[in-house]
Structure formats: structure tokens, C-alpha cells
């Protein structure tokens, strides 16, 4: 595979969805992010720490470390795009360059959100990391629903 994606449907207005990957306290609650510095608007900084785990990858050693590039664009309510990415492990070289991009559709009332991250070379490590990280944005799609979807209708 080149790549990882994901998209769901999401009770929540476009906005609302997209400002949960910039948001820290939202990152923190989906995403279970320690430390974010992100800045929606092209030529900002994304960047995204998590604790290492305990679990080990034989791969990849332990999952958590930080995610970073650079955002290219980022329409409100519609999409962003990340480019120059990379995933610095807590063990290990960094896994990179790849692109992030997430776009969000509105269909009838709800929220349609694809995200994607795109980016390989042949590797071990590269296809460990998809394999990996297709489980984990799947979750982390869920987790986002869940989150947006309590603040939006509380």
C-alpha cells in the first residue's frame, strides 16, 4: 500500500470537525496527545506528541513519539493539507515524508471527513507503519465522532 485512509460520518458542522485536529484540549480528548502546537494556516507548524507505550512493535519498537510537517492549506470548514511530514518514533529513525490531508463534505445534515496519509518508500518499516497506523486512524475516527458529536450536542 501507498498509504492510509479513512472517512466517516460525523454529527457535527464541517468546522467543528476540521478545528478538532488543531485544537489541543480536542486533540487531547481524541487523539490522547500530550503536548500540540498547531497552526491552521498555510505555513504553520503541526506538530503532535504522544507518551510512548510500553507495547512494543517488531517493527517498529514503541508506538507514541511525535508527528510533525508543515500545513500547505487550510480551508475552514472544508479541508487542510499537511505536507513534509514525519513520525519521529520514540525508538528508531523518523518515518517520512509523507502528506496528511483530511477534507470534510457536507451530505444532508451530517458531516462526511476523509483523512488521509500518503507517502512510501519499500520498507519494512514503511509497510509496518500503514499496516499500524490504518488500525489507528480507525480508531482515532471513531474517538473524533465521539468527541465532536458530545460538544457539538451537549
Known amino acids: 500500500g501507498t498509504g492510509a485512509a479513512v472517512a466517516g460520518n460525523l454529527n457535527a458542522p464541517p468546522a467543528v470537525v476540521l478545528d478538532a485536529f ?20 498555510p505555513l504553520g507548524v503541526y506538530a503532535v506528541e504522544w507518551d510512548a507505550t510500553e507495547w512494543r512493535d517488531d517493527v517498529l519498537g514503541r508506538l507514541g513519539g511525535a508527528f510533525k510537517g508543515t500545513v500547505i492549506e487550510f480551508k475552514p470548514g472544508r479541508e487542510f493539507f499537511i505536507a513534509d511530514a514525519y513520525w519521529l518514533p520514540p525508538d528508531g529513525e523518523p518515518i517520512g515524508p ?8 457536507l451530505v444532508s445534515v451530517r458531516t462526511v471527513l476523509q483523512i488521509r496519509k500518503s507517502g512510501f518508500e519499500h520498507s519494512d518499516r514503511w509497510t509496518r507503519y500503514y499496516d499500524v497506523i490504518s488500525t489507528g486512524l480507525t480508531v482515532a475516527l471513531e474517538e473524533l465522532k465521539r468527541h465532536v458529536e458530545s460538544q457539538w450536542n451537549d
Request: with cysteine; proline share 4%.
Open 22 to 41: 488543531f485544537n489541543h484540549d480536542a486533540l487531547a480528548s481524541w487523539w490522547h496527545v500530550t503536548r500540540s502546537l498547531c497552526v491552521p494556516r
Open 98 to 105: 509523507m502528506a496528511f490531508e483530511a477534507t470534510c463534505s
